[in-house]
């Protein structure tokens, strides 16, 4: 895949130089540019990232000894709920976007995003999401704290933070929806001439059909919130038994919703990975195709898994066998991307700059967190993890280590293209191996707590999990701490640093169209579509 | 630069350079979310909040499209915006029709799972037998508890059968206007346009009073157990839904009436139009499944 450069960068400055951004802070506001809302996202989450990884800390914190020491147990569950609904909704799903922003303009070839101004709205709508979802913390009553999948009737007994906390659930799945029509709209209507859909970099692809699964289920969660509400505020019955409805159908709507929503927030990881090993091995990636059809197995699986979920609410035999078998379905084509990664390395001419090495973590880590998934997908086994540590240690394998790690490959990856300066390796290196040895001391502990018993979401436990408890507490402010590197590291590459070449890495070349704009890429890029051949 | 951004130049995809809009309405849907928060908290000023929102939002949607409008008349738009028009509002459609789907699985859960395992079916026989002994599993229902009363139903074929007439009419209706002005023929045109939006308040009309009937007659509410909260928040969305769907014929007939449309070119039209699809076919489920099985 190569693009030729006939038309090159000297149009692309013409007759546009007045369309420069806009000066002060009017051009955050109204920007229709994707790379400045790429950039918007990615602040943003970056922010969010540590919002919600101080409350991480506050559980930690707490968890630290056995007994009751800094927060009470209202204020320990709102932690925990608010830490997932931020992390999730605030810190990766944003950031995805904001790489998505970037870089699917610049792998395809287009000027833009498709529909500009809404792109913006997108953003700022979940700011203003945000805005409510904090303000709910200072309601009487405290914050939401039943949990990030709100269960009822739990979470019906939640104070005045309660509509905030549903409206801000509302406006950030509408800033998702109308931020995965764009993406589709892009990729489908925007290509550049060549530029076939089995040629598109791995990381539009599977940016494409995260697109599709946000569509298909954002508005799910939207209606199962909306059912909250009114049963909460307007006397409908839709999860209580009395009147004929159940809380397990709250359950079921939600994890329609969420079982894709883990694959939203996981897909663009495969991407953004499936696009630094072949570089930093100086080949092809290998089975292309194969990874292609995988990304979209796992993108079609991911609907009908979903009760895996609640194998102990009490779902008929043929209900659990069916969830079962379906969810171990996905080791498949899980499979066949690991295997393909690996086979990508094998003979390759490897080097192990920070985008590598956070990518090959993410290759082991989130490969543990897939087996302890699907561990958990058997579901007489699942009586046993379910609600414990051990889920707890599972999802965040697949999330910290897996999203996260390739979240920051990436911007490690890109982020030369992005300011045309390169950062400083040495120090990024440092991040990583802090990143990784604490990663592991937080979170694989929580596989012991889980299997000896100890129960998830609860501030106070009993003894015998106290030394696995503290070793886990210590490698969560360890690795909270060493993420404090990350921002000092890409304020200074913004502010300068060695000059980075077009195609920045010596793998890089040949390996999509973002490299064949300067660096830093132009504020307005391929004006005149180029041709792939 | 006027040069570079006709729809002429072929190839140049038209890029808004800055816009305000989005951010008004960010901001106004912030505060209209807040309203409607505080308002629901009892709130004393959250009134002034809410509707302060909510105006700012149509302040947001007017000058929004009346952009849009402004640059496509003046011709900036090329193939392949209208394309990205074409799919953005696809999506949508689907987007909404998942929200739809929500609603659809709750009904069809309660009655087909989880009010037959309330009367024991199944492995419920032990839940039946010391919870709730003498409920008998029927629907419609308003559970063990009979919450909000007894209460009657409103039988298909009355009300809901005219209604299903007339929202099938109306989309025969729009169908004409379509052809109409592909044809050129704008008298037709008009004329069929606003009798599809006029079919649509009759139908909210009929809907109201429907509604009026339930709550005043029958003693069929939002509280009345899960037929009533299936029963009202279907209705009830779609209602608002045909609403919407109708404002918007309105404004594409205000902009026929302005000349706006080619025989060539009217998507806005077309985007209306399979909004409008799109509330009928909505509808027709809600008829079969809501009011008729």
Redesign the interface.
Known sequence: MSASQTHGHAAAHDHHDEHGPAKGILRWLTTTNHKDIGTLYLVFSLIMFFVGGTMALVIRAELFMPGMQLVDPQFFNTMTTVHALIMVFGAVMPATVGLANWMIPLQIGAPDMALPRMNNFSFWLLVAAFSLLILSLFMPGGGPAAGWTLYPPLVLQTGDAFPLAIFAIHLAGASSIMGAINIIVTIMNLRAPGMTLLKMPMFTWTWLITAYLLIAVMPVFAGAVTMLLTDHFFHTTFFAAAGGGDPVLYQHIFWFFGHPEVYIMILPAFGIVSEIIPTFSRKKLFGYDAMVYATASIGFLSFIVWAHHMFTVGMPLAGQMFFMLSTMLIAVPTGVKVFNWTATMWKGSLTFEPPMLFALAFLFLFTIGGFSGLMMAIAPVDFQYHDTYFIVAHFHYVLVPGAVFAIMAAVYYWLPKWTGHLYDIKLANWHFWLSAIFVNLLFFPQHFLGLAGMPRRIPDYSTQFADWNMVSSIGAFGFGLSQLLFPYIVVKCVRGGARASDHVWEGAYNHGLEWTVPSPAPYHTFEVAPVVK | ?AH?QTAHDA???Y?????????V???S??VM??G??AL??GVNIAPFIFWAGFASVLFMFYG?FGTVIGESQAGMYNA?VD??FR??MM??I???V??????F??LY??RN???P??GGE??RYLSNLF??QDFEPTWP?????A??GAFETIPAFGLPAVNTAILLTSGVTITIAHHALQAGNRGVLKIFLALTFLLGFFFVYLQATEYAHAYHELNL???S??????F??LTGFHGLHVTLGAIMLVVVWLRVMKGHFTPKQHFAFEAVAWYWHFVDVVWLGLFIFVYWL
């Open positions: 630069m570079a190839g140049k995809y890029i808004p350079h800055g816009s305000k809009w989005p951010i309405g960010a901001v849907l912030f979310m807040l409607a928060a629901l908290n929004w392949g394309r990205s799919m953005g999506w949508f689907f987007s909404e998942m929200f739809f789907a929500a609603f699985g709750a859960y309660a799972l989880s009010v395992w309330l199944g492995a919870l709730w229902t308003n559970g063990p508890a919450v909000g509410t939002l509280g157990g899960i037929y009533g909260s299936t009202f928040m």
